[in-house]
């Protein structure tokens, strides 16, 4: 069997907090990702949502190597990503590529749209720089910008035109697999739109593979095939979209979905809310046992002490969905709480 393009295995980053001690050691640690696990298969969509702080971002960046992994293995078509140096990684920077979320700062200002989607090519060698600079005016076209355009500047475009660069720029080197991090958070609903159906047409195009960051769950649902919900820096419910959103399983993924307002007003005004008790906890000092339990409308359904004891591991439950919770919950049970 082949392998899928993207393997993620136990991935964890912790950033040194605190200052340094007179020895030159961290005073402590603030760990963003913990033993996240997941696969990307060719052409298929994997989001990953959860709150603002929750290691999304983070996960994204250690995974294309901007940050270096302190544990765990990433993996592109079963070759080893983490430990790579910068001259090692050149390679696979043709194979995965990034569009990130502010697409005026990404973009250079001083460059013209020209030289932008040039300097890939330019960086890995590739083409003349004539025929660079005709693969620029294709790469414009593709993505719905007029190629009379190319010797414009970013500011000379609106927010949708620069995103709309952004992924040109990262269509250059024709990658397997774009990361994209809430690359439409920063745009209006109908410029949202756009874009998103410009990334379904260049995914069925050209056989990309996707990791979409969001904390939208309703442009998740649009663009991806499989979820993961992620709470302080782990992934507690890994499932396909369809039984993500019809039937979620782990607290806080019902607790999300809840909050995803209705097109129905009626449906809106029957349906019940899950409102989350206190704050979400530092992860420099996370609780113990499960990191959700604090907030967690359901603790008391689990017997003893069980939820402040031990942190619950991700594994598929006899129904075959995967989630972390020491709760088994019944098929259809979380939906309705959350209809009702």
Not at 156 to 181: H, K, M, N, T, W
Request: proline letters at 8%; glycine letters at 8%.
């Amino acid at each position: 069997m082949t392998p899928p393009l993207l393997e993620v295995r136990g991935l964890t980053k912790r950033f040194p907090v605190g200052g340094r001690s007179l020895l030159g050691k961290p005073r402590g640690w603030l760990e963003a990702v913990r033993d996240v696990s997941f696969d990307l298969e060719r052409g298929r969509s994997l989001g990953l949502v959860g709150e603002s702080g929750c290691g999304k971002s983070t996960t994204a960046r250690t995974i294309i190597g901007l940050h270096r992994a302190t544990a765990g293995s990433v993996r592109l078509d079963g070759e080893e990503l983490t430990g790579l140096t910068r001259r090692g990684w050149l390679p696979y920077r043709r194979r995965v590529q990034m569009v990130f979320q502010d697409p005026y700062a990404s973009l250079d200002p001083r460059q013209t749209v020209a030289s932008i989607l040039a300097e890939p090519l330019a960086i890995h060698g590739l083409a003349k720089p004539r025929d660079r600079k005709l693969r620029a005016l294709a790469l414009l076209e593709a993505v719905g910008l007029n190629p009379r355009h190319v010797n414009r500047y970013p500011h000379e475009f609106s927010g949708g035109q620069r995103q709309r660069i952004g992924v040109a720029r990262a269509l250059a080197l024709e990658p397997d697999l774009l990361i994209c991090d809430e690359p439409v958070s920063a745009l209006d609903v109908s410029i949202q739109a756009q874009i998103l159906n410009l990334l379904k047409e260049l995914q069925e195009r050209f056989g990309l593979a996707y990791l979409f960051i969001a904390h939208d769950l309703a442009v998740v649902r649009h663009l991806c095939d499989e979820v993961c919900v992620m709470y302080l820096g782990r992934v507690v419910e890994r499932a396909s979209r369809d039984d993500l959103f019809r039937d979620p399983r782990h607290p806080y993924s019902r607790a999300l979905l809840s909050a995803v307002p209705l097109a129905d007003p009626e449906a809106e005004a029957e349906r019940r809310r899950i409102v989350l008790e206190g704050d979400v906890p530092s992860p420099t000092n996370p609780p113990t046992g499960c990191a959700f339990h604090p907030r967690c409308p359901d603790r008391e359904r689990v017997p003893g002490d069980l939820c402040r004891a031990e942190c619950p591991s991700l594994r598929a439950r006899a129904d075959g969905r995967v989630h972390a919770c020491h709760l088994e919950a019944p098929a259809g049970a979380a939906a309705a709480r959350i209809q009702a």
